[in-house]
């Protein structure tokens, strides 16, 4: 398997503990609004979450006019657009579009306050630092994705962390790829591979772009018959073995 140069790592649930994560930026951006944290109210965000970037990622979300010319690399008043409408759905469109900017930036801030590694990820970064090109790409902020990393101790040991609002494009999509490999000059897909929990965003992203897989399957799901991982693993630390 050591046939590999260049590593991609996924970033949430993959090297952190998303839902954790997740929960505590929540309770801080309710908090500023004087509401109460409930366990319903989480479950409500967490799917509201998962459900528009799924949306996004099919392209089923209506933008506006004045906002569809843009191409690749997005303006901060599209991001600003973009994540805040999370936040009107699940206040049912209630509060205006610039107090959902502001509790967006609240929720967007407080995701590096509290980061919980998952098992392993410390460690199996430690051990491919020397062997291989570590990259960590994610459809996420690329400042908070390294504020993550850092906190975890596990910065100093990626070469590139890539988001989504560096390229314009989200994973699974094959320019995000593309702008990888023009990014480190390398167009042999037989050099990459992800890692990462989602089949969709990681084993999908690298179906799309024909290069290897290796799908964290940490809850012990089926593996659907539409996806085909290169490998397969349920804790991070056989990546010991494998690589």
């Known amino acids: 398997m050591n046939k590999y140069k260049i590593l991609i790592f996924d970033l949430d649930d993959t090297l952190i503990d998303n839902l954790e994560n997740t929960k505590y930026a929540y309770k801080r951006m309710l908090k500023s609004i004087g509401e109460e944290y409930t366990e319903e109210g989480f479950k409500k965000w967490y799917e509201i979450d998962k459900k528009f970037w799924q949306n996004w990622q099919d392209g089923l979300i209506d933008i506006p006019e ?77 400042i908070a994705t390294k504020e993550k990393l850092s906190k975890i101790n596990c910065l100093n040991f990626v070469n ?24 480190l000059k390398n167009n042999n897909n037989d050099d990459y591979l ?37 490998i397969v693993i349920e804790d991070l630390r056989e990546l010991l073995e494998i690589l």
């Open 66 to 142: 004045h906002l569809k010319k843009e191409t690749g690399k997005k303006s901060k008043e599209f991001l600003d657009w973009l994540r805040a409408q999370r936040v009107l759905i699940y206040f049912a469109n209630n509060i205006s579009l610039n107090r959902a900017i502001e509790l967006n930036n609240i929720f967007m801030n407080s995701l590096t306050d509290v980061v919980i590694p998952i098992e392993g990820a410390y460690d199996i970064l430690k051990y491919l630092k020397d062997k291989y090109y570590i990259i960590v790409a994610t459809n996420g902020p690329k």
């Open 194 to 230: 992800i890692i990462g929990d989602s089949l969709k965003s990681d084993v999908g992203f690298a179906m799309n772009c024909q290069f290897a897989s290796c799908w964290f399957n940490k809850n012990k799901e089926t593996l659907p018959e539409q996806y085909k991982p290169t």
């Open 160 to 183: 590139e962390v890539l988001s989504a609002d560096m390229f314009g494009y989200m994973k699974p999509k094959k320019e995000f790829f593309g702008a990888i490999q023009n990014l």
